[in-house]
T-cell receptor, first 114, second 114 residues
Framework: DGGITQSPKYLFRKEGQNVTLSCEQNLNHDAMYWYRQDPGQGLRLIYYSQIVNDFQKGDIAEGYSVSREKKESFPLTVTSAQKNPTAFYLC?????????????FGDGTRLSIL | AQSVSQHNHHVILSEAASLELGCNYSYGGTVNLFWYVQYPGQHLQLLLK??????LVKGIKGFEAEFIKSKFSFNLRKPSVQWSDTAEYFCAVNAGYGNNRLAFGKGNQVVVIP
């Protein structure tokens, strides 16, 4: 079945460490997105990529970095510069042919600081 | 940046009651509108969407939403809820970005009591 796979499901990090969250899709989608979900805050866009080797900052990019070397992969690194990294992280993708394509979501990664 | 407002973050109601969740957005031009649902322990999935045409759109599981351009609103309704409708509901708007980027509201946590 086609879909979006996020791994790991749970991730623990010590303060000062960088961690990388994986997102892979086999939907042949052009665009991919990373969101952060906090209780009562909805989804806030961290980074997005419309095409391979290109990405743009979202609303809360500080302390995060991404890469898009392959169409199917869009890993997110949470750096030590992110002061409050504990959150639920969601990856999404869609076709970038028009502006009315719904986004498809993965199951998420829950990151906690030890 | 676009803003999306969802009020009454926590909604508690009994089975068979009617549900209406409000969504207002700030952009004055052409918009694409979405409602997503996140059931406990599951990933976000599309409930319904509006791009053009009939402003009353029907989605899955008996949900519908009405786009009222003059009020910048896209309210979600269901005439008679079931316990299985317990979930978090998010309104999302694509407007003015020139791509598929979405702005999400903060969500409505709906609990249906059997």
């Amino acid at each position: 079945d086609g879909g979006i796979t996020q791994s790991p499901k749970y991730l623990f990090r010590k303060e000062g460490q960088n961690v990388t969250l994986s997102c892979e899709q086999n939907l042949n989608h052009d665009a991919m997105y990373w969101y952060r979900q906090d209780p009562g805050q909805g989804l806030r866009l961290i980074y997005y990529s419309q095409i391979v080797n290109d990405f743009q900052k979202g609303d809360i990019a500080e302390g995060y970095s991404v890469s898009r070397e392959k169409k199917e992969s869009f890993p997110l690194t949470v750096t030590s510069a992110q002061k409050n990294p504990t959150a639920f992280y969601l990856c999404a993708s869609n076709k970038e042919t028009t502006s009315n394509q719904p986004q498809h979501f993965g199951d998420g990664t829950r990151l906690s600081i030890l | 940046a676009q803003s999306v407002s969802q009020h009454n973050h926590h909604v508690i109601l009994s089975e068979a009651a009617s549900l209406e969740l409000g969504c207002n957005y700030s952009y004055g031009g052409t918009v694409n509108l979405f409602w997503y649902v996140q059931y406990p322990g599951q990933h976000l999935q599309l409930l319904l969407k509006y791009f053009s045409g009939d402003p009353l759109v029907k989605g899955i599981k008996g949900f519908e939403a009405e786009f009222i351009k003059s009020k910048f609103s896209f309210n979600l309704r269901k005439p008679s809820v079931q316990w299985s409708d317990t979930a978090e509901y998010f309104c999302a708007v694509n407007a003015g970005y020139g791509n598929n980027r979405l702005a999400f509201g903060k969500g409505n946590q709906v609990v249906v009591i059997p």
